[in-house]
C-alpha cells in the first residue's frame, strides 16, 4: 500500500504521479484525473495535462455532524475547485485536489473523525444504510451495525496513516510484512458493496449490493437482518459474459452474527474471485459460477452455523420524502432536493452558503441519500423555526416544484474531470 507514494508526492516538478502509484492511490481514496477542457491548449503550450485529483471520504451510512460538514466546505474552498460531490454510496468527493494539497487535505478530512481509507480500490467500499426518517430509534441501532460493519472491514494497515498522518512505521511480522486477516496478501479480485435496508423503504437498493442487509423489525423492535447476495448493475457493454444481476436473499440472521457473516462472505470472495479477468471478477460472478448452494455451503462452513429461514418484509418506496418529516423520536427531518449530488452557489442559488449556514446552528446531522440528495436530520423543536427562516432566506428547495422526472435524475460527473466519458453528462443535464 506504500509503492513509491511518499517520493512521488514530493516530487514538485510535475502534478503527476506514476501510474503504479495511481493505482495505490485508489485504496487511499483517490486518483488522478486531468482537466480535458484544458488538454489541447496546454498541449499546445508544451505544458503537461492540468493534473489533479479527485479525493472521497466515506461517512458509513451517510450521517455527518454539523461540524464535519463544515469541514468538508472548509476543505472545498481552500483545495478543491469549491464545490462538495454528494454521491449514490452516501459519501462525499471531491474534485480539482492538487498534488501538493492532497496531504493537507486528508489531514483535515481525519482530523474531523472522516476517512478516505478504502474509499475506492478493491476492498470493501462505503457501507450504505437507509437513512429512514420515520422509524428514528430503529434507523439509530441499523447505523451503528453499518458502521460496526464498516469498521471492522477496513484495511489494517498502517501504510495510510504513515503517509498521510505522518505515523511512524510499524510492521506487526517477523518477516517485515502487514497483516491483512480479512484482505490477505492481496486484498480482493474487485470492489465490494455492502447496503442496508430499513422496510419499507428500499432507498440503498439493496438488491443491487454484493452483501445485502435487510431490517426486520417486529413491534418496533430489530429483530435481525434478511441477507441478500450476488448483486451489482454493472456490465460492460457487448460482452455477453458481464450482465446486472439482482441479489438472491439466502435466509436470516440475528444482528449479533452480522460483523461475523459479512466478514466470511468477503473472504469467500477474496479467495475464489476471477483474478485472471477483471471484468469478470464481481463476488455475483463468483457465486454464478459455482452456483447458489455451493456459496451457502461454503458460508455455512466458515462460520460454523447456520442462517435461519428468511422472514417476511415488504418494500413499497425507493425514493426519497421531500420537505419536512417528523421521526418516531418527535425530531424532525428535512429532505432537500440536490441536482446531481453538486452542492455548489451559483448566480440565482446560494445552496452551499445556505448549508454552511444551517450547520453553524444546527445540533443534529445531516444524512447524504442514496439519491444523491441530503437531509437535515434530527432537527429539534426548538431549531426548527431558525432552520426553516435560513431554508427560506437561501431558497433552498425540496424539489417539489420539480417533475417527477427532474427529481429522479442523475447525471454522473463526466467531463471535463472524467476519463473514461465520452461525453457531457452533469454540465449538460440541466
Not at 22 to 36: A, E, I, T
Not at 216 to 223: A, H, M, P, S, T
Not at 341 to 368: C, P, Q, S, W
Request: glycine share 8%; hydrophobic share 35%.
Amino acid at each position: 500500500m506504500r509503492g513509491s507514494l511518499v517520493e512521488t508526492l514530493e516530487n514538485a516538478i510535475t502534478g503527476s504521479i506514476p501510474e503504479d502509484d495511481n493505482r495505490l492511490m485508489k485504496f487511499h481514496g483517490s486518483y488522478m484525473q486531468d482537466d480535458r477542457d484544458l488538454r489541447n491548449e496546454r498541449q499546445k503550450q508544451k505544458l503537461e495535462p492540468a493534473y489533479q485529483f479527485m479525493l472521497r471520504v466515506r461517512a458509513a451510512g451517510g450521517i455527518v455532524t454539523p461540524d464535519q460538514w463544515l469541514m468538508m466546505d472548509r476543505v472545498a474552498q481552500k483545495y478543491a475547485n469549491g464545490t462538495i460531490r454528494l454521491t449514490t454510496r452516501q459519501s462525499f468527493q471531491l474534485h480539482g485536489v492538487l498534488k501538493w494539497n492532497m496531504k493537507k487535505t486528508i489531514r483535515e478530512v481525519n482530523d474531523a473523525l472522516l476517512s478516505t481509507l478504502a474509499a475506492c480500490g478493491d476492498v470493501n467500499r462505503n457501507v450504505m444504510c437507509n437513512p429512514n426518517p420515520y422509524q428514528s430509534e430503529v434507523h439509530a441501532e441499523v447505523y451503528e451495525w453499518a458502521s460496526r460493519v464498516s469498521n471492522h472491514l477496513d484495511p489494517h494497515t498502517k501504510a495510510y496513516h504513515e503517509i498521510w498522518l505522518d505515523g511512524e512505521k510499524v510492521v506487526d511480522s517477523q518477516d517485515g510484512a502487514e497483516q491483512e486477516p480479512i484482505y490477505g496478501r492481496v486484498y480482493l479480485p474487485r470492489k465490494f458493496k455492502i447496503g442496508i435496508a430499513v422496510p419499507p423503504s428500499n432507498d440503498v437498493d439493496v438488491f443491487s449490493q454484493d452483501l445485502g442487509f435487510i431490517a426486520i423489525v417486529e413491534d418496533g423492535r430489530l429483530k435481525g437482518f434478511n441477507v441478500s447476495v450476488g448483486g451489482g448493475m454493472g456490465m460492460s457493454h457487448g460482452d455477453p459474459l458481464t450482465y446486472p444481476q439482482v441479489a438472491q436473499v439466502i435466509g436470516f440472521i440475528t444482528p449479533d452474527q452480522m460483523i461475523d457473516l459479512a466478514e466470511k462472505t468477503v473472504m469467500i470472495q477474496r479467495d475464489y474471485g476471477d483474478r485472471s479477468v477483471r471484468k469478470h471478477a464481481r463476488f455475483k460472478y463468483t457465486i454464478d459460477d459455482r452456483g447458489i448452494d455451493w456459496f451457502v455451503g461454503e458460508l455455512t462452513a466458515r462460520l460454523g452455523w447456520k442462517l435461519e429461514a428468511a422472514r417476511p418484509y415488504h418494500f413499497d418506496n425507493n425514493g426519497d420524502r421531500y420537505g419536512w418529516v417528523k421521526g418516531s423520536n418527535g425530531k424532525w427531518h428535512f429532505n432537500l432536493f440536490i441536482q446531481n449530488g453538486r452542492v455548489k452557489d451559483e448566480d440565482n442559488y446560494l445552496l452551499m452558503t445556505g448549508l454552511r449556514e444551517i450547520a453553524k446552528v444546527h445540533t443534529g446531522d445531516f444524512r447524504l441519500t442514496a439519491n444523491q440528495n441530503l437531509i437535515i436530520g434530527n432537527v429539534s423543536s426548538q431549531k426548527k423555526k431558525k432552520i426553516e427562516d435560513l431554508i427560506k432566506e437561501y431558497g433552498l428547495t425540496d424539489g417539489l416544484h420539480y417533475s417527477a422526472l427532474r427529481r429522479s435524475s442523475m447525471a454522473c460527473v463526466a467531463l471535463p474531470t472524467c476519463g473514461l466519458a465520452m461525453a457531457e453528462s452533469e454540465r449538460y443535464l440541466p
